[in-house]
């Protein structure tokens, strides 16, 4: 049976190690794609360090996001072809032939998405982890998001919210970059956002109306969105997530608004204001969302090739799978600003 390299979990706390992982075949629905290019993303250093409660068989194989060739079709497969040139997030089901760590691997077909010829596999490689969590907690329907009308529906989705202001969370980071893009398409204004200020000529290029600086305190925060707007502001999207910016976005809300955040924590939440909170899932693998997932997926192909929505910028990492471990600490770290970590499986020696 063919083989090929793959970056191995063999337990928690342990370090990642390189060996053989067998080339599985695709099953109904699936797709094998050789990968030219893989990610790296918070949970893959945090998930070797911590665990989670879905890991359960080791070793594992383990990545969640890439881009690549497919080279086989599972049955019933009809929206690709040999050849075709993918971007996609993996199962998130921890078996390791769905992980994106490796040289080739198995994803779902329906919730791929097709490469636009006007961008390399390292720009596809960052786009679907950064791109889903504002996505479905913004345009899926009660409950399981907040149900604003998504920017591809065909009647006034694009610009529905002109006038309504949003506050992104930390918009530097690879969700908080797509969360403007979005925004911006959906005609949120004025787009509000906190970053490191080195970062603000390349936030305000993806359509940032104000970037404030990470580092004002939550009174001041609010002081200067009152400032910039005097409507309410009913939504805000923390991409980050920590005790102190989940409690700043949800003080600033008016009564009735809606946040989004991507982990859950320590929230003072107030009795009777009516606001409501959504926790974000980076994956259109889950059923509520699967049907939404795949249509966003096909507007997003066009939206890339048409430049509507640009990707992250990436830094390659050399040394192929060799280079992830160390990839890893830098993002622990913390060494790492509006910028998404790149590795390609192939050059792995």
Not at 90 to 102: C, G, L
Not at 156 to 175: C, E, F, Q, R, T
Not at 190 to 208: E, Q, V
Not at 244 to 258: E, F, H, M, S, V
């Amino acid at each position: 049976m063919a083989t090929q390299k793959a970056l191995w979990l063999t337990k928690v706390g342990e370090p990642l190690t390189i060996g053989q992982n067998t080339i599985p075949e695709p099953g109904p629905g699936d797709i094998l794609v050789k990968n030219e290019s893989v990610s790296l993303n918070p949970m893959d250093w945090i998930f070797p360090k911590v665990g989670f409660y879905m890991m359960k068989n080791f070793p594992v194989v383990i990545g969640e996001e890439g881009a690549g060739v497919v080279v086989k079709l599972g049955e019933g497969v009809t929206n690709l072809a040999v050849g075709d040139r993918v971007y996609y997030a993996t199962k998130f089901n921890f078996e390791s032939d769905y992980a994106a760590f490796q040289e080739y691997t198995l994803i779902s077909a329906d919730i791929a998405g097709k490469l636009p010829a006007n961008l390399s596999f390292d720009q596809g490689a960052s786009i679907c982890i950064g791109i889903a969590p504002f996505t479905a907690a913004t345009y899926v329907p009660e409950p399981h998001g907040h149900g604003y009308t998504p920017p591809f529906e065909s009647e006034g989705g694009v610009g529905k919210y002109k006038g309504h202001p949003i506050l992104i969370m930390a918009g530097g980071a690879s969700l908080g970059q797509y969360a403007i893009q979005l925004a911006r398409l959906s005609g949120f204004s004025p787009i509000i956002t906190t970053a490191s200020l080195h970062n603000k000529d390349l936030l305000i290029s993806l359509g940032a109306t104000h970037v404030l600086d990470r580092k004002l305190s939550a009174s001041q925060l609010k002081e200067e969105v009152a400032n910039i707007t005097s409507t309410p502001v009913m939504y805000a999207f923390d991409s980050i997530s920590l005790d102190d910016t989940r409690q700043a976005a949800y003080d600033i809300l008016a009564p009735g608004g809606k946040l989004t955040v991507v982990r859950r924590g320590s929230l003072k939440e107030v009795e009777g204001s009516g606001k409501g909170v959504v926790q974000a899932f980076g994956s259109f693998e889950l059923p509520r969302v699967r049907e939404f997932g795949g249509k966003f997926m096909r507007e997003l192909d066009s939206w890339l090739a048409e430049g509507k929505i640009k990707p992250n910028r990436v830094e390659v990492l050399p040394g192929g799978l060799h280079g992830i471990a160390a990839g890893l600490e830098r993002l622990e770290s913390g060494a790492v600003s509006a910028t998404k970590f790149i590795v390609r499986p192939q050059e792995t020696v």
